[in-house]
């Protein structure tokens, strides 16, 4: 779909690879874009009758509303519609945006409480997709990457931002990894760079590193924190030395894009996962393989990473499945889940608790689950709360909480300490006691489970529908087990107390 600007001099475009460009008409030369954000195609994009902002409607079920000046994203994603949004428009005054839908509504918007005048904000708030979240080697903190170019840093306890945002790259980064020494944080971006900062000051120390000459994808440390590995859709694998920011080699080239990098815990070897569908594992000094290259998958993999032993692998596919290998042969182990399919949409992330015993995956499906890694059961989950893709997930190096991020501009915080019980018995996840049907107890404490369902009904652990929440506060609901909660818009939560649950409403009654 095509949308003039008021006066005529810029054409918006909205297209099938996510993103919103805007032309000159009169030259065909694009003038400011791609704007980004969208995980689906974009089927819509209009000016405000101002001229001042763009808004966007995707197959991604959301709405953007750009800064048309500079591509910054200004509001959103905007979240409601059940169904991909067809057709987005301004009211003729610029205050309101109506937007329409397969899900059979048509929704409207309020933006007149937005002062485009104003510069958007620069202060310590997520503003969009959250694409990587890394724990520090101390679990205090944690360290997350944007859509709108920024890396954070977080007090894992309080929410708070401590260091950031630092900014220095030009568009989206999509990965970032703290370094086992604790002094430095990498990121690799959608402008092709890598970046080292100091973890403490948050000081770029040396500026883009530059080699790849596609998207980087992907960084991870070196166990002694002296090399970065990085991956990119150009399809190769890169070392860079840490204390001067220099290419040092090139590990592995031509695989059609690289989307995971990960070093085996004696530093010794790297295992990639690729576009192809295929798991290498090379030679950290050489770039020789060490194993045949594994395969199994059907479609990309997103994730890849090696067990605190270094004897298994667990990867993360667009086939939906979670699977553990035998690093040493490259045979498969175990499927995570029923019926070849682990999830129920592609697998973003996996990665091993530090014991490992358990293996996290974060999916676009919008949950968290947490497996058995000797028989690939699912001990816990799937977790609700995020409203859009799971982008990364990562135990905290005590593994007693489990991060997750997400495109939905959230970092949550579960806690983990309770789950190995639940795998050391083996016996069926414990997710608190329910509440038996026409039963009214009294809350006294918060259960040890909630989830959220596809219409919004908060659940407690046997089921019982608790209280309905509006879509736009879902993602910023705070509920067990999740321990902790960052947002754009800080977060809810829900009082339950002396509540009274169930049918007989008489109880409820206080004379």
Known sequence: MLSYSPDGSRLASASDDRTVQVWDPQTGKIVLGPLTGHSDWVLSATFSPNGTLIASGSSDRTIRVYDSQTGQTALGPLEGHTSLVNSVIFSPDSTRLYSCSDDGTVRIWNMQDFDSSKPLSSGPVALTAINSIRYSPSGLRAVSSSDDGSVDVWDVWTGGLVLGPMRGHEESVLSVDYSPSDQYIASGSNDHSLRIWDANTGKDMHGPMKAHSNWVRCVRFSPDSSVV???????????????????????????????????????????????????????????NAVIESITGHRSWI???????????????????????????????????????????????????????????????????????????????????????????????????????????????????SSWEANLQGDVEPSVGKGVAPGSSPSRESEPDWWRVDQDGWVLDSGGQQLVWVPSELRASLKFPPTSSLITGNGYYELIVEGAKVGESWADCYQP
Not at 370 to 384: K, Y
Not at 397 to 416: E, M, N, V
């Open 302 to 416: 997103r994730s890849a990473e090696f067990s605190p032993d270094g004897k298994r692998l667990v990867s993360g596919s667009e086939d939906k499945t979670v699977r553990i290998w035998d690093a040493q042969t490259g045979k498969q182990l175990v499927v995570c889940g029923d019926d070849d399919a682990s999830h129920s949409n592609d697998v973003n992330s996996v990665g091993f608790s530090p014991n490992g015993l358990f293996v996290a995956s974060g999916s676009d499906d919008h949950t968290v689950c947490v497996w058995d890694a000797r028989t690939g059961n699912l001990i816990l989950g799937p977790l609700t709360g995020h409203t859009n893709s799971v982008q990364c997930v990562q135990f905290s190096p005590d593994g007693t909480h489990l991060a997750s991020c997400s495109s939905d501009g959230a970092i949550r915080f579960w806690d983990a």
């Open 229 to 287: 590995v990085s991956g990119s859709s150009d399809g190769t694998v890169r070392i860079w030395d840490v204390a001067t920011g220099q290419h040092v080699m090139q590990l592995l080239e031509g695989d059609h894009g690289i989307l995971s990098v990960g070093f085996s815990p004696d530093g010794h070897k790297v295992v990639c996962g690729t576009y192809s569908g295929k798991i290498h594992v090379v030679d950290r000094h050489t770039g």
